[in-house]
Nanobody
Framework: VQLQASGGGLVQPGGSLRLSCAVS????????MGWYRQAPGKQRELVAS???????NYADSVKGRFTISRDNDKKTVYLQMNNLKPEDTAVYYC?????????????WGRGTQVTVSS
């Protein structure tokens, strides 16, 4: 499995970013996908997940501000992040996941850095 996350950057509080993750090495359309983040000194956490039929779920901390979506033709999963807050600062990663046990199938890679600061 190969996962390439991109789209991070520096944004002011209240701003928006759209992250993309290109996926290869798996049958993308049948896989559950997730966006995760890890802030300095904290454990990696799942912030948004999407099923093969595009049903989504969100962590309470991002609900109403983040939207996960997928394009099966492009084998890409997206994370639209609006109304960003300083506490959203983290390295963001995507991965394919098994929702029954929360295991992930790919390497974490470098992720993409999101920094929310004025």
């Amino acid at each position: 499995v190969q996962l390439q996350a991109s789209g991070g950057g520096l944004v002011q509080p209240g701003g928006s970013l759209r992250l993309s993750c290109a996926v290869s090495g798996i049958t993308f359309r049948i896989n559950f996908m997730g966006w995760y983040r890890q802030a300095p000194g904290k454990q990696r956490e799942l912030v948004a997940s999407i099923t093969p039929t595009s049903t989504s779920n969100y962590a309470d901390s991002v609900k109403g501000r983040f939207t996960i979506s997928r394009d099966n033709d492009k084998k890409t999963v997206y994370l639209q992040m609006n109304n960003l807050k300083p506490e959203d600062t983290a390295v963001y990663y995507c991965n394919a996941r098994d929702p029954s046990n929360s295991r992930v199938f790919g390497p974490w890679g470098r992720g993409t850095q999101v920094t929310v600061s004025s």
